[in-house]
């Protein structure tokens, strides 16, 4: 089992620039989030997904998109990257509710 | 929507001592209670959780406490060892969202155990 996987590791990109962040799990949650973690902060919920076809927006939605075509797979897109958005993103899944999250490696995405 | 403090943000400590971190939540329905650990650079990861039917849970050096009444739990540390030291994350979820156990996050602790 890969677990969780994301891609890119890094990125950089210049304001107004659009770019879609990865998403992959193999152990068949159906849960799947999307985090951004900035210093002090926390982790900030960003999007969510209970199944395919079934997104939400979390604490801090603006600016993304996310779909969920499969169960497997749950892209970020970025649509008008701003400086303000230079984070680290974790990907993570859940079996369901109540349970351990599974974190991806994250993906740092600087924009200048 | 749910608030969570954590506190406090930095702790250090010397090795063999105990830690203590506490989380204090708002909404009085949250009924799941993890803790994550992530080490520099990596990604966080759940080191022991706690359901609103349990007052403590332990496992070995690890253990959680929640007042359900107070509205807070602590995550415990004893014996604390050098690779202990890494940023440590409350949450708190609730299952009142369309079914999704909404997670939020505290703003998590840097533990520094020093050797």
């Known amino acids: 089992n890969a677990g969780v996987t994301q891609t890119p590791k890094f990125q950089v990109l210049k304001t107004g620039q659009s770019m879609t962040l990865q998403c992959a799990q193999d152990?068949?949650?159906?849960?799947m989030s999307w985090y951004r973690q900035d210093p002090g902060m926390g982790l900030r919920l960003i999007h969510y997904?209970?199944?395919?076809?079934?997104?939400d927006q979390g604490e801090v939605p603006n600016g993304y998109n996310v779909s969920r075509s499969t169960t497997e797979d749950f892209p970020l897109r970025l649509l008008s990257a701003a400086p303000s958005q230079t984070s680290v993103y974790f990907c993570?899944?859940?079996?369901?509710?109540?349970?351990?999250?599974?974190f991806g490696p994250g993906t740092r995405l600087t924009v200048t | 929507g749910e608030n969570v403090e954590q506190h406090p943000s930095t702790l250090s400590v010397q090795e063999g001592d105990s830690a203590v971190i506490k989380c204090t939540y708002s909404?009085?329905?949250?009924?799941?209670f993890p803790w994550y650990k992530q080490e520099l650079g990596k990604r966080p990861q759940l080191i022991i959780d706690?359901?609103?039917?349990?007052g403590e849970k332990k496992d070995q050096r690890i253990a959680v406490t929640l007042n359900k009444t107070a509205k807070h739990f602590s995550l415990h540390i004893t014996e604390t060892q050098p690779e202990d030291s890494a940023v440590y994350f409350c949450?708190?979820?609730?299952?009142?969202?369309?079914?999704?156990?909404?997670?939020?996050f505290g703003t998590g602790t840097k533990l520094q155990v020093i050797p």
């Open positions: 152990m068949n949650h159906e849960y």
């Open positions: 997904s209970v199944g395919a076809g079934i997104t």
């Open positions: 949450a708190v979820s609730d299952d009142y969202s369309g079914g999704y156990q909404k997670v939020t």
């Open positions: 993570a899944s859940s079996y369901g509710q109540g349970r351990e999250q599974y």
């Open positions: 909404d009085s329905a949250s009924n799941y």
């Open positions: 706690i359901r609103s039917n349990v």
